[in-house]
């Protein structure tokens, strides 16, 4: 572990949490409240691990004590990868076309902000041709293979988009190349879009997406500990060993580069070569959570969290969901002050080293796996929650009748009069379907893991090209992605009503029943699907599955243990090759690393050897019918009447 962290965070705190109490204190006439917290926080990088990360830890703390919650920081070890040195160069014969060199001290106090680079990529140099590679994805070989181009040895360079970068990178290592090179092309989100940062919102040519390419879709959080939670400081946990770590990580060199140098690279020509070294860290460091909780009158509890690291200052990414959670915390705090009481307890958790492969969260969930499944009733996901006023919100089946309510409760920040339950209704003016959630955000421990119903919603419309860059600062938020505030606001209002009555329902808010019928859709859906142009699944596959979610239906209205529903769905040895990953319905699809793919297993039973894909759906069809009597004995002993606990 590497320990001087506390000791620098005692050196800043006069300065850095003293300063920022009087900025929140001071009095500021009419600026908005999300604006100054907005503009408090983005004050200093949050990269984990750094100093600048538990400073800010200790200010959201500071915020939650204020409104009165009960502050817990949740302090792990945790596996992390920082850049040491970074080197990127373009020669053409004896003429260097740019070179960019950067060094960075994860120690550093105070914290610097963090150069572009891929977290987790190998370290070495090498020295090579380029070969353009498009998105990167298994097509894109296909096709080069085909043409007679190989790239073993070679510098791939792959544009981002598509796919989580992880794949990208694991693609081009499976395929022998020596290192890959990501950018974002600037017809997507650069000047093709418009004008670039400062004067407008898009990607000038010299800024980078950094990010993580940690293997999501085999397990996310701490390397080193995979299915179980990460140790306390002080205490000698269980790890992985270094070899078994390795093994887990990438073998390559990979590195994010500006659209201006990948514009030099393509157009040098095939003599070209380009000279990469890199030296990243790959320690032990402390990582802090920080939990605040409004306790209630049992047992149950309901979680709102976002995570507050970022790559350098993340104004978007994830300020906005920072900032919209703590001020969802003034607005309960005034409702308890009015006389409101908690039924369920409500928490709201500010997850550390996201960004690194959903590091905080995972660890957390993993740690308190029992108290979830037996009291947790719903994870809310907030990530970057703000660039711009449209709604949107994708998740778990089971909470129409709760989103109905609150909903209609809070405006529509684009309509004089309007709501939010209007503007979410589709054309023929019933509501939108919610989307499956992949991955690529804490909700994944709650919902691939442990089985807990989760919701994750967002206000778009104004989005630039900011992500993971130095400018995702608090001037691109204030000019192009939220300058009325209306939607932070709008989000923090949202996130408290939907808490308030999630609270207040208890265990009766998910509705099983609803949970039952969505599944039942799911799978049939399926089983229209195509596959190299014949069905997958099939109708009659698909039929046997979703018989036994129709039966359940009935069985489960007003079950006071529908609230489990998800969680027996979960298969306890896990996926085919990931089982850290327990939804056989649902996981976040191998080639794509975020989107979710329906019934992951049986899809891959369809490509192998016959018969399997009968075993798979008979798996999954004895484990319903088992789930059916379980309910039927539950409904029969009198146990139907739903509590709140």
């Given at each position: 572990m590497t320990p001087p962290i506390r000791n620098a965070f005692r050196l800043l705190s006069a300065?850095?949490?003293?300063?920022?109490?009087?900025?929140?204190?001071?009095?500021?006439?009419?600026?908005?409240?999300?604006?100054?917290?907005?503009?408090?926080?983005?004050?200093?990088?949050?990269?984990?691990?750094?100093?600048?990360?538990?400073?800010?830890?200790?200010?959201?703390?500071?915020?939650?004590?204020?409104?009165?919650?009960?502050?817990?920081?949740?302090?792990?070890?945790?596996?992390?990868?920082h850049p040491r040195f970074l080197h990127v160069s373009l020669r053409s014969g004896d003429e260097e076309l740019f070179a960019r060199t950067q060094t960075f001290d994860p120690r550093a106090i105070p914290a610097g902000d963090v150069p572009i680079y891929s977290a987790w990529s190998h370290s070495g140099r090498t020295?090579?041709?380029?070969?353009?590679?498009?998105?990167?994805?298994?097509?894109?070989?296909?096709?080069?293979?085909?043409?007679g181009v190989g790239v073993a040895g070679r510098v791939v360079l792959a544009r981002y988009g598509g796919a989580y970068r992880g794949i990208k990178a694991k693609l081009a290592q499976a395929h022998g190349a020596a290192a890959i090179l990501l950018f974002s092309?600037?017809?997507e989100d650069g000047a093709g879009k418009g004008e670039v940062y400062p004067k407008g919102r898009f990607k000038p040519g010299w800024a980078?997406?950094?990010?993580?390419?940690?293997?999501?879709?085999?397990?996310?959080g701490d390397v080193t500990t995979p299915g179980w939670a990460s140790p306390p400081p002080g205490v000698q946990g269980r790890r992985l060993s270094a070899e078994e770590t390795a093994a887990r990580l990438p073998g390559i060199l990979c590195t994010p580069i500006g659209a201006d140098e990948a514009g030099a690279?393509?157009?040098?020509?095939?003599?070209?070569?380009v000279h990469i070294e890199l030296e990243l860290e790959r320690k032990l460091f402390e990582i802090v959570n920080v939990l605040g909780r409004l306790p209630g009158t049992g047992e149950d509890f309901v979680i709102a969290g976002n995570h507050r690291d970022a790559w350098v200052r993340g104004a978007q990414d994830a300020g906005s969901g920072t900032v919209s959670l703590l001020r969802a915390a003034q607005l309960l705090r005034a409702r308890v002050d009015d006389g409101w009481q908690p039924r369920a307890a409500i928490v709201l958790a500010f997850w550390d080293a996201e960004e690194f492969g959903l590091i905080g969260s995972t660890e957390w969930g993993e740690a308190h796996a029992e108290r979830l499944r037996e009291h947790g009733l719903c994870y809310i996901n907030a990530d970057s929650t703000v660039s711009g006023l449209n709604f949107g919100i994708g998740g778990s089946a089971g909470f129409q009748g709760v989103l109905n309510e609150v909903l209609k409760r809070v405006p529509d920040p684009k309509s004089s009069g309007g709501n939010l339950w209007q503007a979410w209704q589709s054309e023929d003016g019933k509501p939108k379907e919610l989307r499956l959630l992949g991955s690529g955000s804490d909700f994944t421990v709650f919902v691939h893991h442990l089985g807990l119903p989760a919701l994750n919603f967002s206000f778009h419309g104004n989005a630039g090209g900011q992500y993971h860059t130095s400018f995702d600062d608090f001037l691109q938020m204030?000019?192009?992605?939220?300058?009325?505030?209306?939607?932070?606001?709008?989000?923090?209002?949202?996130?408290?009503?939907?808490?308030?009555?999630?609270?207040?329902?208890g265990r009766s808010g998910f509705d099983?029943?609803?949970?039952?019928?969505?599944?039942?859709?799911?799978?049939?859906?399926?089983?229209?699907?195509?596959?190299?142009?014949?069905p997958w699944l099939g109708s009659l596959h698909a039929e046997r599955i979703a018989v036994q979610f129709d039966a359940l239906?009935?069985?489960?209205?007003?079950?006071?243990?529908?609230?489990?529903?998800?969680?027996?769905?979960?298969?306890?040895?896990?996926?085919?090759?990931?089982?850290?990953?327990r939804n056989p319905y649902w996981a976040p699809g191998i080639e794509s690393g975020y989107a979710a793919e329906t019934l992951p297993d049986l899809r891959r039973a369809a490509r192998g050897e016959k018969g399997e894909l009968d075993s798979g759906v008979q798996t999954l069809v004895d484990a319903l019918e088992a789930y059916r009597s379980t309910v039927s004995e539950a409904a029969g002993a009198g146990t139907g009447e739903t509590t709140t606990r």
């Amino acid at each position: 572990m590497t320990p001087p962290i506390r000791n620098a965070f005692r050196l800043l705190s006069a300065l850095s949490i003293a300063g920022w109490v009087g900025l929140a204190r001071a009095g500021d006439g009419e600026e908005p409240i999300c604006r100054r917290l907005s503009r408090e926080l983005t004050s200093h990088t949050r990269l984990a691990g750094t100093v600048g990360s538990e400073s800010g830890a200790r200010w959201v703390a500071e915020r939650l004590s204020e409104c009165g919650f009960e502050v817990e920081l949740d302090r792990r070890v945790v596996l992390l990868s920082h850049p040491r040195f970074l080197h990127v160069s373009l020669r053409s014969g004896d003429e260097e076309l740019f070179a960019r060199t950067q060094t960075f001290d994860p120690r550093a106090i105070p914290a610097g902000d963090v150069p572009i680079y891929s977290a987790w990529s190998h370290s070495g140099r090498t020295t090579a041709r380029v070969v353009d590679v498009g998105r990167g994805l298994q097509a894109d070989y296909a096709r080069l293979a085909r043409a007679g181009v190989g790239v073993a040895g070679r510098v791939v360079l792959a544009r981002y988009g598509g796919a989580y970068r992880g794949i990208k990178a694991k693609l081009a290592q499976a395929h022998g190349a020596a290192a890959i090179l990501l950018f974002s092309d600037p017809e997507e989100d650069g000047a093709g879009k418009g004008e670039v940062y400062p004067k407008g919102r898009f990607k000038p040519g010299w800024a980078a997406q950094r990010g993580s390419i940690s293997s999501l879709t085999v397990a996310p959080g701490d390397v080193t500990t995979p299915g179980w939670a990460s140790p306390p400081p002080g205490v000698q946990g269980r790890r992985l060993s270094a070899e078994e770590t390795a093994a887990r990580l990438p073998g390559i060199l990979c590195t994010p580069i500006g659209a201006d140098e990948a514009g030099a690279i393509l157009d040098a020509g095939e003599d070209a070569r380009v000279h990469i070294e890199l030296e990243l860290e790959r320690k032990l460091f402390e990582i802090v959570n920080v939990l605040g909780r409004l306790p209630g009158t049992g047992e149950d509890f309901v979680i709102a969290g976002n995570h507050r690291d970022a790559w350098v200052r993340g104004a978007q990414d994830a300020g906005s969901g920072t900032v919209s959670l703590l001020r969802a915390a003034q607005l309960l705090r005034a409702r308890v002050d009015d006389g409101w009481q908690p039924r369920a307890a409500i928490v709201l958790a500010f997850w550390d080293a996201e960004e690194f492969g959903l590091i905080g969260s995972t660890e957390w969930g993993e740690a308190h796996a029992e108290r979830l499944r037996e009291h947790g009733l719903c994870y809310i996901n907030a990530d970057s929650t703000v660039s711009g006023l449209n709604f949107g919100i994708g998740g778990s089946a089971g909470f129409q009748g709760v989103l109905n309510e609150v909903l209609k409760r809070v405006p529509d920040p684009k309509s004089s009069g309007g709501n939010l339950w209007q503007a979410w209704q589709s054309e023929d003016g019933k509501p939108k379907e919610l989307r499956l959630l992949g991955s690529g955000s804490d909700f994944t421990v709650f919902v691939h893991h442990l089985g807990l119903p989760a919701l994750n919603f967002s206000f778009h419309g104004n989005a630039g090209g900011q992500y993971h860059t130095s400018f995702d600062d608090f001037l691109q938020m204030d000019r192009f992605l939220d300058p009325t505030w209306q939607g932070h606001e709008t989000a923090a209002r949202f996130v408290c009503e939907l808490l308030l009555e999630m609270s207040t329902r208890g265990r009766s808010g998910f509705d099983g029943a609803e949970a039952a019928a969505f599944m039942a859709r799911l799978v049939r859906r399926a089983g229209l699907e195509e596959l190299d142009g014949e069905p997958w699944l099939g109708s009659l596959h698909a039929e046997r599955i979703a018989v036994q979610f129709d039966a359940l239906q009935g069985r489960l209205k007003g079950l006071e243990t529908a609230y489990r529903f998800y969680q027996e769905l979960l298969q306890p040895r896990g996926l085919q090759g990931r089982p850290w990953y327990r939804n056989p319905y649902w996981a976040p699809g191998i080639e794509s690393g975020y989107a979710a793919e329906t019934l992951p297993d049986l899809r891959r039973a369809a490509r192998g050897e016959k018969g399997e894909l009968d075993s798979g759906v008979q798996t999954l069809v004895d484990a319903l019918e088992a789930y059916r009597s379980t309910v039927s004995e539950a409904a029969g002993a009198g146990t139907g009447e739903t509590t709140t606990r």
